[in-house]
């Protein structure tokens, strides 16, 4: 069984430009989530999909950073304009349904200079 | 809201000796799961153990074991035999009626040949 992809796995940008990060996650699974993870942190969940639609987006900075999940299947994360601040790893993970194991991707790791 | 507190963050230990990693978490809530993350330098999270909190047996997953105190709100998860494959950063994770995920920020476990 294929796990959770993510793309790009490195991304260096200046601050002010935009980025994007694209997650596809295991066959089947309707529950999808970004969390960010600062250097020496654990992660912080960013957004929460079931399916197509938001469940909880609570801690995503939508000034900046913006999700979508088409079609219920890959998701991509954007942040426009990115700040120094936003450096960190960047995890997807999905699960079968929302109290399942979450597994996570190998992540992005984002420097904004 | 939850907190997760891992008081150690950083722990060594001897090739084939037993570690304990500590934490402690907060809650109302009544009915809600525990989880041990492990994040290898590779940085792919994987799950270790998990636990669910109307249980009252200890959950164990071959060398790795908890211990589970409800009433203090502590969860240590116990890792015997140790093996050079372990060394890794482990997260203690809290996730309650929410489904949302609420990680401590980790211990820094070393295991020395």
């Known amino acids: 069984e294929a796990g959770v992809a993510q793309s790009p796995r490195y991304k260096i940008i200046e601050k002010r430009q935009s980025v994007a990060f694209w997650c596809n996650p295991i066959?089947?699974?309707?529950?999808l989530y970004w969390y960010q993870q600062i250097l020496g942190q654990g992660p912080k969940l960013l957004i929460q999909f079931q399916n197509n639609g938001v469940v909880d987006d609570s801690q995503l900075p939508k000034d900046r950073f913006s999700a979508e999940r088409l079609k219920g299947v890959d998701s991509t994360l954007k942040i426009q304009p990115a700040k120094l601040e936003d450096s960190a790893v960047y995890l997807c993970?999905?699960?079968?349904?929302?109290?399942?194991?979450?597994?996570f991707g190998p992540g992005t790791r984002l420097t904004v200079t | 809201a939850q907190t997760v507190t891992q008081s150690q963050p950083e722990m060594s230990v001897q090739e084939a000796e037993t570690v304990t990693l500590s934490c402690t978490y907060d809650t109302s809530e009544s009915n809600y799961y525990l989880f041990w993350y492990k994040q290898p330098p590779s940085r792919q999270m994987i799950l270790v153990i998990r636990?669910?909190?109307?249980?009252?047996q200890n959950a164990t997953e071959n060398r790795f074991s908890v211990n589970f105190q409800k009433a203090a709100k502590s969860f240590s998860l116990k890792i015997s035999d140790s093996q050079l494959g372990d060394t890794a950063m482990y997260f203690c994770a809290f996730g309650g009626s929410n489904y949302k995920l609420t990680f401590g920020k980790g211990t820094l476990l070393t295991v020395n040949p």
């Open positions: 066959s089947g699974h309707a529950t």
């Open positions: 993970a999905s699960s079968l349904n929302r109290v399942g194991e979450q597994y």
């Open positions: 636990q669910e909190a109307y249980k009252q």
